[in-house]
């Protein structure tokens, strides 16, 4: 066997390693030396002395020189260079002093032999030639040195078979045996077999067996097998020693085993691609699992004292999952989660709903959908323990399925007899199959403002008849009222500045005291930025506090700002793709037989409810020919909830008249041409309160904020009802205090100030002296 060894040579006799003490001491008086050898050879030359003081110095110049030459002569290149420093002092300082000699002779300037041996100085003394030569020898022999080229000593193994003779003699526990007949079965693998011989009249021992010929070998012992020579005695003993055939054959009995036993497989993966070093989840234990036809749940758990913190695509990798979408993990605390891993998307096909489905049930929810393990999606509508109707917000793209959803909400509504009221802010282009199939579908900004002061007039007038009640009489004379409003963004990001402020007030005032009332409001966006929410935190805030639909969003920003502060501990939301494609992994990319249709994902997302966020998908419409017969037949036919006269009255003509060509005109104002209806515009039975109060010539609904602002005395009123009862007068200051100036909604002082100089010149007022004022 042939090694290159790495030596470390000796050191040479003679040379010790300077300490650093003795280096520093030797430095300072070489430099010392340099110093004056530098003066003299600036000066000397041009001192008149005996010519053999001159000879000297050139002649210890040219003996440095020749000594250096005949050091050179050598293959030894530490030598040389040892002596090239220790020469190089000497040289040079000749060379300087050669060159103050020879100035009568050439005539140049005297001073450049002077700055000659300056810089010679000034390079001798930071280097210290001689002193680093004295270490120089010693740090080189010290050096680990390879050995020659290897050389192949004799009697040592070349072939395969002399590597396990050597092994085998080598050992102890083989005895006086030896190996004969080695043959290997590759040349690029360890496996051979070979017999063991015994001397001549006697047997192998029986101490050699398996496991000692395993620690002759340093392999496994399931790698040794051994079997008696047919036709000969005890003397010969047949040998295997094949670690190469001993793992594939573990790999195989482990695939049986797994093959027979997939959870075995399972905690295999876990522990090497996962719970490992460097994998997916380290420290995450895999607690439990169940595995069926096309389903995995695994239970999975941090350490004590730690949070649960799995990153989704990376545990996809280490489970090798392709479709990152076939994977669902649902938070269970902080430590915990549940691992849903499906065969294919489980969402892919979702069934159509049934009255069932859509029927409240004793705790006041619907169902909406069917969620990732086949469980119905459920969203209450009232909550019967307090008393109160429940809000809702749903985020989605354009195509993520928010008008499906919407369309869901209504026919459960109507069936459940709750008064449904939607706003199609889009000019009725979402859902005009829902006009006619619920008590009042408006279209378009101008009808969606008129929908909504109704709707606020109708607070108003419950709040009135409630008698101080604090909750909702569900089975009382008011039936349920669900505000739905779809694409409010357009409305609340109106260039209308006083639209826009009086809608965001009206919303963000039913959110806060309807629901005490049994008026929930639901509102479907596109985004849940605060400029596209009129700049009003609470509509976002609110819509949050019964449930939010996530479905497929445009930024993770929306996704975040829907999840914040009602996310549920452990939550992991995943985000929802546009279109899931079905055997379109790398290896059918790389084949050429990928899939090219994705399945649409319109309605898929997650809803957070309840404290809990589940991945689901809504129920689906079939549409034929532009119709939805499935929500005909949920739909019509049943009775359609409506408002009391006492309610119709207080939300106005707008109110009596919706559905008609006069609520149609109001939305052409502002949208153009509404879209006809994709189902019967005729009012059912219910709905005849409200025709019967149309020719009454009933008022519009007013608007609160225009309410509001009409009840406000103006500043001028204000400052004259200040006055009264003070015959002396107030100073202004005092009229500032007694108008309300520095207080929430006062005015400001300024603009009262201003209306009071006003008066005075009027004659309204008469000043008895500086900044003092009373009534004429």
């Not at 080695?182 to 070979?194: K, L, N, S």
């Not at 691609?273 to 607690?287: M, Q, R, S």
């Not at 608007?703 to 015959?727: C, D, F, N, V």
């Amino acid at each position: 066997m042939t090694t290159t060894d790495v030596v470390k040579a000796d050191a040479a006799a003679g040379e010790r390693g300077l300490t650093r003490k003795t280096a520093r001491r030797l430095a300072w008086a070489e430099r010392t030396v340099y110093g004056a050898a530098g003066t003299w050879a600036a000066i000397g030359p041009q001192m008149d002395l005996p010519w053999w003081a001159h000879g000297a110095a050139l002649a210890t110049g040219a003996l440095t020189g020749v000594g250096l030459w005949k050091r050179s002569d050598t293959d030894d290149w530490t030598r040389r260079l040892t002596s090239s420093l220790r020469a190089l002092p000497v040289l040079g300082w000749s060379a300087a002093y050669t060159g103050g000699l020879l100035v009568p002779v050439f005539d140049y300037p005297n001073g450049w032999p002077m700055l000659g041996a300056a810089a010679w100085t000034a390079v001798m003394i930071p280097m210290t030639p001689w002193t680093r030569s004295k270490g120089l020898k010693r740090a080189v022999d010290n050096l680990p040195v390879l050995a020659g080229e290897p050389e192949t000593v004799e009697g040592e193994p070349v072939t395969f078979a002399d590597h396990m003779r050597v092994l085998w003699t080598q050992s102890q526990a083989t005895g006086d045996t030896t190996l004969v007949g080695i043959r290997q079965y590759d040349p690029t693998e360890p496996d051979f077999e070979a017999l063991v011989l015994a001397p001549a009249g006697h047997a192998v021992p029986r101490t050699l067996d398996e496991r000692a010929i395993a620690g002759v070998f340093d392999v496994p012992v399931d790698a040794v097998s051994t079997a008696a020579v047919d036709g000969y005695g005890p003397g010969r003993l047949a040998i295997q020693v094949a670690p190469r055939l001993a793992e594939a054959r573990r790999a195989q009995e482990a695939l049986e085993v797994e093959a027979e036993n997939p959870g075995t497989a399972l905690e295999r993966i876990w522990a090497e691609h996962v719970n490992c070093t460097g994998g997916a989840a380290p420290g995450v234990d895999l607690v439990a699992y169940s595995i069926g036809e096309d389903q995995i749940r695994l239970r999975i758990a941090a350490p004590r004292g730690k949070t649960l913190r799995v990153n989704h695509e990376a545990l996809c990798s280490a489970l090798g999952i392709d479709d990152i979408s076939r994977l669902v993990m649902e938070g269970a605390g902080p430590r915990e989660a549940v691992v849903y891993i499906y065969r294919a998307n489980p969402l892919l096909h979702v069934r159509s709903p049934t009255v069932e489905d859509l029927t409240m049930d004793d705790r006041g929810r619907i169902s909406i959908g069917v969620a990732h393990d086949g469980t119905v999606a459920r969203i209450q509508l009232f909550n019967f323990d307090t008393g109160r109707a429940q809000h809702g917000i749903t985020a989605g793209t354009t195509g993520a399925g928010k008008s499906g959803l919407m369309r869901i909400l209504g026919a459960a509504q109507r069936i459940s007899g709750v008064i449904s009221w939607m706003a199609d802010v889009q000019g009725g282009m979402s859902m005009p199959e829902m006009e006619g199939r619920i008590d009042w579908m408006a279209k378009g900004p101008a009808e969606t403002m008129q929908q909504l002061r109704a709707l606020h007039a109708v607070k108003e007038y419950r709040e009135a008849h409630s008698h101080g009640r604090g909750d909702f009489d569900f089975h009382g004379e008011w039936c349920l009222i669900q505000w739905t409003g779809d694409e409010i963004n357009r409305l609340l990001s109106s260039l209308d500045q006083e639209v826009r402020k009086e809608a965001a007030w009206m919303i963000g005032d039913l959110q806060k005291t309807g629901q005490k009332v049994g008026i929930g409001v639901d509102l479907a966006v596109q985004s849940l930025h605060l400029k596209e929410l009129g700049d009003n935190h609470e509509i976002r805030e609110k819509g949050k506090e019964g449930h939010v639909f996530l479905l497929r969003t445009a930024s993770s920003s929306t996704q975040g700002m829907g999840l914040d502060g009602i996310a549920p501990i452990g939550a992991h939301v995943s985000p929802i793709p546009e279109r899931i494609y079905e055997g379109a992994g790398a290896k059918e990319l790389f084949e050429g037989t990928a899939a090219t249709e994705g399945v649409p994902t319109p309605g898929m997302g997650w809803l957070i409810t309840e404290g809990k966020a589940i991945l689901f998908r809504t129920f689906v419409l079939k549409k034929v020919n532009g119709l939805y017969p499935q929500l005909e037949e949920l739909m019509d036919g049943r009775p359609m909830p409506t408002l009391t006269p006492g309610e119709a009255r207080a939300a106005g003509a707008a109110y009596a008249h919706r559905g008609t060509a006069a609520a149609k005109e109001a939305g052409k104002a502002t949208d153009g041409p509404s879209r006809p209806s994709q189902g019967p515009v005729d009012l059912l039975e219910a709905d005849n309160k409200a025709k019967e109060q149309s020719a009454e010539e009933l008022p519009e609904a007013p608007s609160p904020m225009a309410a509001a602002k009409a009840k406000a005395p103006t500043i001028r009123e204000r400052i004259l009802a200040a006055l009264q009862g003070h015959p002396e007068g107030l100073a202004l200051k005092a009229i500032r205090t007694a108008v309300g100036c520095g207080t929430e909604g006062g005015p400001a002082t300024r603009s009262v100030n201003n209306e009071v100089s006003a008066l005075a010149n009027e004659g309204g007022l008469v000043a008895l002296g500086k900044g003092v004022y009373r009534l004429p």
